[in-house]
């Protein structure tokens, strides 16, 4: 895999309370010079990555219910539509947690059901991540989230948010979630800042990478040779 084909699997990353207008312009800017996949941000600045990205190759990624994931259904539905309405391609939307804990399906399959069915409504239709916060999980509610959003329909699992204090991705996570939901996609994020983690996330199966350390990451691979190794 060469240094090309990863930058096109990361989601360059900056969602930080603090963030000014000065660097979210920066991040798009490093997004299309090293042609990353995705610029993810706040809802706050998605008009504005949105205008700036307008007529590049690179998509913009909006988060709902970051970092808590509890908000209720119609919270997320309607943040899921503002995002969409300032030029979102791609939602990455926490999971509830307390419906994973307490292996309530009826509940996280119906929030799921019901921010996809908004997504699904685009044309083209907008990607749906849903965050499960992996490292705060046992092994059984693991597999039982990405069990519920594989029936959902989803079309990724996300490790993290990275702003958990449990921590972010794993590989073993990542192994795991792909054998648990066979028919989602998997992104692996959080804490993920060298081109070693981001090989070995993408050996495991990791489909995508989020991460705040995308220039880093892609000054490494160059440094290491074309394919990073």
């Known amino acids: 895999m060469t240094g090309k084909d990863v930058a096109q699997r990361i989601d360059h990353t900056l969602l930080k309370a603090e963030a000014t207008r000065e ?8 997004a299309q010079a090293h042609g990353f996949h995705a610029v993810c941000v706040n809802g706050r600045w998605l008009s504005l990555v949105a205008d700036r990205l307008h ?9 709902v219910s970051l970092p808590l994931g509890a908000d209720t259904t119609a919270v997320k539905v309607a943040q899921a539509k503002d995002a969409i309405n300032e030029g979102t391609d791609e ?3 926490v999971a509830d947690l307390a419906a994973i804990i307490e292996g309530d399906a009826r509940y996280l399959l119906y929030q799921l059901r019901s921010v996809l069915k908004v997504c699904r409504s685009m044309r083209p239709p907008v990607l749906l991540k849903v965050i499960i916060e992996s490292a705060a999980l046992t092994r059984e509610q693991k597999i039982f989230a990405c069990q ?29 979630m792909k054998e648990a939901a ?5 992104k692996a994020a959080g804490g993920i800042k ?17 991460t705040s350390a995308g220039v880093q990451i892609m000054n490494e691979f160059e440094a290491r040779g074309n394919d990073g190794r």
Request: charged share 25%.
């Open 23 to 30: 660097e979210i312009l920066r991040l798009c800017e490093e």
């Open 55 to 63: 007529g590049t190759a690179v998509r913009v990624a909006g988060v």
């Open 182 to 186: 066979p028919n989602c996609r998997i």
């Open 91 to 93: 939602i990455d939307m």
């Open 194 to 210: 060298t081109a070693q983690q981001v090989l070995e996330m993408l050996d495991a199966g990791a489909d995508r990478i989020g």
């Open 148 to 176: 519920v959003a594989q029936q959902a329909g989803v079309d990724f699992i996300k490790t993290s948010t990275g702003l958990h204090p449990a921590g972010g991705a794993t590989v073993e996570d990542i192994r795991l």
